[in-house]
């Protein structure tokens, strides 16, 4: 198990979504990794679409819908809860994004645990 810091929670607006790159690879490439804030509260997810398992944003930190009510893959569209990473439309509906455990410490660094 491994911790890796993403950001203090100051650098993360509600409604607003970032991307990290972890000193992690994963078949040659670094595992990146999205923080979301909605309703208050922060989720992790692998940037990693259930569908053809790539990326799923085309601009650096842009993840949401126009409506800012899901996280939406680019490449086809798919909409998924920002808290669970259910996939409620799309090509791979009923599917899930891959969720992260994440820590806030007493200095408010938010930090994503990898198995
Ligand atoms: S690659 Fe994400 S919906 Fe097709």
Redo the contacts with the bound molecule.
Sequence with gaps: MSRHFLCHTNDIHELTTREFALPLEENGSPISVILVRYEDQLYCYKNH??????P?NWQPDDFLSIERTHIQ??????LFNPSDGYCIS???RDDHLIAYPIECDENDKIWVIMQ
């Design positions: 679409c259930p569908h053809l398992g790539v799923l893959c680019a490449t086809h569209g798919a799309g090509p791979c």
